[in-house]
């Protein structure tokens, strides 16, 4: 067996499937979308090479910033709303037993598996500023005024609120699983020397999830620059373009506006950003932890 997997012909072919779906489904994408970004293709018929004119174009360009800024808000959402609440949630349901932790984890992830385009029409209804949830209740309450949740100014929180609590389940579920792992002998330990819940949460519980933390903090912020679904059937990205994200205008650019070149250079700085985060989110974990 050992002479088997030091044959280099054996090791190759082992090798060859997984490089060849990497090449194919995502190097040479990559490599194509780079070099689009380079012209100034409309999707259809010829292109010429014009350089660096998309790069320039995108950073004087408003929109992309918005995009970008409603990304990172986002992000900020998720990391300082969705997940200390995912998190607090999964200490709860792990001291829970039997049925009823299973019935209360069932319930907190179904929004996740509900269709995107089901989710995006409900909070439509439930935002609808004649006859939406929000607004009766608001009457209900003797409010007069009128009220537009995806109307200028409102929009973008709307939206956010969606995307968080559409999400909670994912971060919870992580959370939960990071959870059940915790060797209960640490907390028994804990409880013989008298500690407090709250000293076994920060203590205990925390320090040990700092694996599971890193892995949801970096999925939660790729999530929150790569949001497309949700967005476009909720806003289509207005009023205006005041729900941008970075997904949805490159969909624009790429597909409804037919410049196909400076979809790609978004795509291409779309790409830079998330390694970038990544890195950066690696390098402040790691950091932490020394």
């Known amino acids: 067996m050992h002479n088997l997997y030091s044959n280099k012909k054996v090791i190759f072919s082992l090798m060859a499937p997984g490089l060849i779906v990497f090449v194919t489904a995502i190097l040479a994408p990559i490599i194509l979308s780079t070099y689009y970004g380079f012209t100034n293709f409309s999707g259809i018929g010829a292109s010429s090479f014009i350089g660096l004119e998309n790069y320039k174009t995108l950073i004087h360009d408003s929109v992309f910033w918005t995009a970008l800024r409603n990304s990172l808000l986002l992000s900020i959402g998720f990391i ?60 209900a309450l003797g409010y007069t005024g009128q009220l537009n949740p995806l109307g200028a100014g409102n929009a973008i929180w709307a939206v956010l609120l969606v995307l968080i609590w559409h999400g909670f389940g994912w971060g919870m579920l992580i959370y939960y699983t990071g959870v059940k792992n915790i060797d209960p002998v ?105």
């Open 80 to 139: 300082c709303i969705q997940h200390p609440l995912a998190m607090l949630t999964a200490v709860k349901l792990d001291k829970l037993q039997g049925k009823t932790e299973g019935l209360f984890r069932c319930i907190f992830f179904i929004p996740n598996v509900i269709s995107v385009a089901v989710i995006a029409y409900l909070w439509k209804f439930i935002y609808n500023p004649s006859f939406g949830l929000i607004t009766k209740v608001l009457r």
């Open 186 to 290: 640490m907390y028994e330990a804990a409880a013989i020397d008298g500690a407090s819940g709250s000293k076994t949460f920060f203590y205990i519980t925390l320090p040990l999830m700092k694996p599971v933390i890193q892995v949801n903090v970096t999925m939660a912020v790729i999530s929150a620059l790569k949001q497309m679904e949700t967005v476009y059937l909720l806003t289509a990205g207005g009023p205006g373009n005041e729900t941008q994200f970075m997904a949805s205008y490159l969909y624009k650019q790429a597909f409804q506006s037919y410049k196909y070149g400076y979809g790609n250079a978004i795509s291409v700085a779309f790409i830079a950003i998330c390694l970038v985060s990544t890195v950066a989110l690696n390098r402040l974990f790691a950091e932490r932890g020394e």
